[in-house]
């Protein structure tokens, strides 16, 4: 791996849920209690969090194909979904429609 990916407080090779490996790792601001703030990145999206003020590990990305990921991701795209179905239907201009998906963030062509 050589001298780039150097882990300091975390131990993790691979993401914990899939298996992906890392391809980020920054260590920085070292904390008065000699520990780092550190950064895990992995190739799936996945992010782990170290924080030296907690000394606590977070996920700060959940792993793509976390079941409970995909799950809640599917919800969005479903609440998506009927909300752009909802706004399409209603019976109002058509600029009131574009406004609505703009504050919504929704983009559509
Ligand atoms: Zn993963």
């Known amino acids: 791996m050589g ?3 150097e882990l300091k407080e975390m131990s993790y090779e691979i993401c914990p849920t899939c298996g992906a490996r890392i391809v980020e790792i920054i260590n920085k601001n070292k904390h008065t209690n000699g520990h780092y703030n550190e950064y895990i990145a992995f190739e799936c999206g ?10 606590k590990e ?3 990305r959940k792993c793509p194909k976390d079941p ?3 799950k809640f ?5 479903n609440a998506r979904n009927k909300l752009i179905e ?5 019976d109002v201009d058509e600029q ?3 406004n609505s998906f703009r504050s919504l963030g929704i983009f559509i062509d």
């Not at 996945?46 to 907690?54: A, T, Y």
């Not at 909802?86 to 209603?90: A, D, R």
């Open 3 to 5: 001298g780039v990916l």
């Open 46 to 55: 996945c992010e782990i969090h170290f924080s030296p003020n907690f000394m």
């Open 58 to 60: 977070e996920i700060q």
């Open 68 to 70: 409970e990921e995909i």
């Open 73 to 77: 991701q599917k919800k969005r795209i």
């Open 86 to 90: 909802v706004i399409h239907k209603l």
């Open 96 to 98: 009131f429609k574009q």
